[in-house]
């Protein structure tokens, strides 16, 4: 496939990702553009994957332990829809030697109550007719991006939202079990408790999955131990509040250690 290269810039002394495409698709990924003619690993996953203020997210540490070329397919704020049809992604990853799939958020993926935008995955776009008669009085033109959706959904009635819940976890299981069938290579999927991706997805939710994959890799997302959650990592000062919610350095290297392990143990390195 061609790649057509294009670049990121934050300000001043900000990362380059490098950002890059594959064949004529839309989606950008983390770069810089790998090779796809000698052995590889995919990793697919949302903005920690991408690893966004990290000079070198754990798809990079993983192939400096492993050896073997890992290429990055994480896109900044998507979801399962955001990889599920998309030709260009399971063409990659059905040619890879295993993939390493993040268990991303059950609330981004359309459902019945409402639909979310098909590449970033965490915008709203609309709500059905089933939502809108659980919340008949809620104005639904205010709301823009799903975690604002959901927050007011929970103030707004519990068990209502506890219905929602429900149908966000139908959904992603539906959504999850489809691409690993896709993708049909040996699939490592990657939990990481603690992100900004998590208040609907709990271990319960991923029992199913590790049914349909080699193995639920859990890498906790913790403070490391460290009193600046951010220490590392590389942002404007306006990025500072976004930064925390996701992985600094030495938690993409945690995770690096876990993916290899599991990797090896499981005989695909």
């Known amino acids: ?50 690893g966004k203020f990290v000079a070198r997210p754990f798809p990079a540490l993983v192939e400096d332990m492993i050896g073997l070329t890992s290429v990055n397919l994480g896109v900044t704020n998507a979801g399962v829809e955001t990889f599920r049809s998309d030709p260009a992604v399971l063409e990659i990853a059905r040619k890879a030697e295993y993939v390493v799939l993040q268990a991303m958020g059950p609330q981004f993926v359309s459902n019945g109550f409402y639909s979310v935008h098909p590449r970033r995955n965490d915008r709203f776009i609309r709500a059905t007719a089933a939502l809108r008669q659980l919340y008949p009085s809620l104005d639904f033109t205010q709301f823009h991006f799903v975690g604002h959706l959901l927050g007011q959904l929970k103030r707004g009635s519990r068990r209502n939202y506890e219905k929602v819940a429900a149908e966000c976890r139908r959904a992603w299981l539906t959504s999850m079990v489809t691409l690993i069938r896709r993708i049909d290579r040996p699939t490592l999927v990657l939990w990481m408790p603690q992100t900004r991706a998590d208040p609907l997805l709990n271990d319960r939710l991923l029992q199913p999955i590790q049914k349909r994959c080699v193995q639920v890799v859990e890498a906790p997302l913790s403070n490391d131990g460290s009193d600046d959650r951010t220490a590392g990592m590389v942002f404007a000062p306006m990025e500072a509040f976004a930064a925390r919610d996701l992985p600094n350095p030495l938690m993409h290297a945690a995770i690096a250690q876990k993916v290899a392990q599991a990797a090896r143990s499981n005989g695909l390195a």
């Open 1 to 50: 496939m061609v790649g057509e290269m294009t670049y990121e810039h934050n300000g001043a002394g900000a990362l380059d990702y490098l950002v890059c495409n594959y064949g004529q698709q839309r989606l950008h990924f983390r770069g810089p553009e790998r090779s796809l003619t000698q052995p590889y690993a995919v990793f697919i996953g949302s903005t920690e994957t991408y």
